[in-house]
């Protein structure tokens, strides 16, 4: 285990349903990140919280939406998906270092499918 | 662009034996490499970090190399074992910045058989 845990594993959902994931590190960290892991395509960083500030990739869809309501938890609201976010969906968590050094430390992932 | 090329895509060897998986970048500016191990199913896990002034780091089995100049790393696995099946990723690091937006290798699928 590596103290970051998410919720649910596995999700199955229509393109009209509203979903949450959630995401909990356990590790004092005080960043966390969301990443898409699509079928033999690299990571793809997709928002990230650290020191209270937000970063995101510019690429991805206001279909979207994340939420860090502390440095604990992260969430990943999801509406109006497509099929082709269908993907594995995985949270990070790290302690910031000036040089980027840090090691990010990964949950298991959400398994989605979007029918 | 930035990118991470890594080579080759999968790879079959038997247990026991050793192997050397390849990666080249042209992320820039560089500030670190480093190399995770991905089981399937499973998030990623890290093995090393590198920085550019760094040409070498081990842990156990695991030894990966950087080239700076180059921009060229590896990770070799001694003794492989059957535990070793997995994707394994480079990811490059590219100087401080708020996100600390990394980029990803699309992996070496390595499969161990006994």
């Known amino acids: 285990e590596t103290g970051v845990t998410q919720t649910p594993r596995h999700l199955v959902m229509g393109m009209t349903n509203k979903k949450s994931l959630k995401c909990e590190q356990h590790l004092g960290h005080n960043a966390m990140y969301w990443y898409k892991q699509s079928a033999k395509k690299p990571l793809e960083l997709m928002f990230v919280y650290s020191l209270e500030e937000r970063v995101e990739n510019n690429s991805v869809p206001s279909r979207f939406s994340p939420e860090c309501p502390n440095s604990s938890h992260l969430f990943l609201h999801l509406h109006t998906l497509q099929p082709e976010d269908s993907a594995l969906y995985l949270c990070?968590?790290?302690?910031?270092?000036?040089?980027?050094?840090?090691?990010?430390?990964f949950g298991p992932g959400t398994r989605l499918t979007v029918l | 662009k930035n990118q991470v090329e890594q080579s080759p895509q999968s790879l079959i060897i038997l247990e026991g034996k050793n192997c050397t998986l390849q990666c080249n970048y042209t992320v820039s500016p560089f500030s670190n490499l480093r190399w995770y191990k991905q089981d399937t199913g499973r998030g990623p896990v890290s093995l090393t970090i590198m920085t550019f002034s760094e040409n070498t780091k081990s842990n156990g089995r695991y030894t990966a190399t950087l080239d700076a100049d180059t921009k060229q790393s590896s990770l070799h696995i001694t003794a492989s074992q059957l535990s070793d099946s997995a994707s394994y990723i480079c990811?490059?690091?590219?100087?401080?910045?708020?996100?600390?937006?990394?980029?990803f290798g699309g992996g070496t699928r390595l499969m161990v058989k006994p």
């Open positions: 990811v490059v690091s590219p100087g401080w910045n708020a996100g600390n937006m990394l980029t």
């Open positions: 990070a968590s790290s302690t910031r270092t000036s040089g980027n050094t840090d090691t990010q430390y």
